[in-house]
């Protein structure tokens, strides 16, 4: 059975940081593209950024060069370090494989930027 579980959300000021972590069991995790979505109110679900089995990564042009994602397989965890954070990013966070396992979505960590 597919579980995702994320964590690390919170309220934070902008220019803060967050780090979010998502636990995948279930999975051959190793061997997937590993991604973090979010999705805003009254929006679409987006991948922001994803990591591939080797380590590389890639970014939606809205958050590179300020989240960076990185994944422990030892521990079948991904992570998201999120820096300079803006009110844009608020969002509720997903982690699923990339392209995403339709119907196993995660509860999500919600992450608030306050204008």
């Known amino acids: 059975q597919v579980q995702l579980v994320e964590s690390g959300g919170g309220l934070v000021q902008a220019g803060g940081s967050l780090r979010l972590s998502c636990a995948a069991s279930?999975?051959?995790?190793?061997?997937?593209?590993m991604g973090w979505y979010r999705q805003a109110p009254g929006a679409q679900r987006d991948l922001v950024a994803a990591v591939l089995r080797g380590g590389s990564t890639n970014y939606a042009d809205s958050v590179k060069d300020r989240f960076t994602i990185s994944r422990d397989n030892a521990k079948n965890t991904v992570y998201l370090q999120m820096n300079s954070l803006k009110p844009d990013d608020t969002a509720v966070y997903y982690c699923?494989?990339?392209?995403?396992?339709?119907?196993?979505w995660g509860q999500g960590t919600q992450v608030t930027v306050p204008s």
């Open positions: 279930g999975i051959d995790f190793r061997l997937n593209v």
């Open positions: 699923n494989t990339s392209p995403p396992l339709p119907g196993y």
